[in-house]
């Protein structure tokens, strides 16, 4: 059980209110954040074949699933302290051969985004809330990847 509070919860809706309101520039941010961490990803992703187009809707659409997972993942855990997943999310990662490493690699990449997303407001405070979050969504979706 993870003691997520109101607050936290809260910290992390209103930034991904402002994340969202500006997704396709946040979502290049996010890509390429990832690729120059983990140039093999832009194998893995299949919108990713010719880089990081901002004019291509479906790098904004994922990020903003990915997002909003790890948004109701707070939810989640601010209501019962623990997460589940998407039954399919676990099967989707493991037939991509997703790597614990890529994980760490995918968490810098939203931290990041979240950073510049929401300008002064970032703390360590509204770091901690998204890095729980994502935390225990990614533990969720490895378990599915067994
Ligand atoms: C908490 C972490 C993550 C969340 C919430 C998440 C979420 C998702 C979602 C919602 C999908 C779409 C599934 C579908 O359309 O059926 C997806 C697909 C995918 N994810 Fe993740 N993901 C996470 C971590 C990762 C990591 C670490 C990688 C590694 C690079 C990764 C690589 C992929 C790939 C390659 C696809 C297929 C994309 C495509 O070509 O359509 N994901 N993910």
Do not use: C
Request: no cysteine; hydrophobic share 45%.
């Amino acid at each position: 059980m993870v003691t997520f509070t109101e607050k936290q919860e809260a910290l992390v809706n209103s930034s991904f209110d402002v994340f969202k309101a500006n997704l396709p520039q946040n979502s290049v941010v996010f890509f390429n954040s990832i690729l120059e961490k983990e140039p093999a990803a832009k194998n893995m992703f299949s919108f990713l074949a010719n880089g990081v187009d901002p004019n291509n809707p479906k790098l904004a659409a994922h990020a903003e699933k990915l997002f909003g997972l790890v948004r109701d993942s707070a939810g989640q855990l601010r209501a019962k302290g623990i997460v589940v997943a998407g039954t399919s999310l676990g099967s989707v990662h493991s037939q991509k051969g997703v790597t614990d490493p890529q994980f760490a690699v995918v968490k810098e990449a939203l931290l990041k985004t979240i950073k510049a997303a929401v300008g002064d407001k970032w703390n360590e405070e509204l770091s901690n809330a998204w890095e729980v979050a994502y935390d225990e969504m990614a533990g969720a979706i490895k378990k599915g990847m067994a």
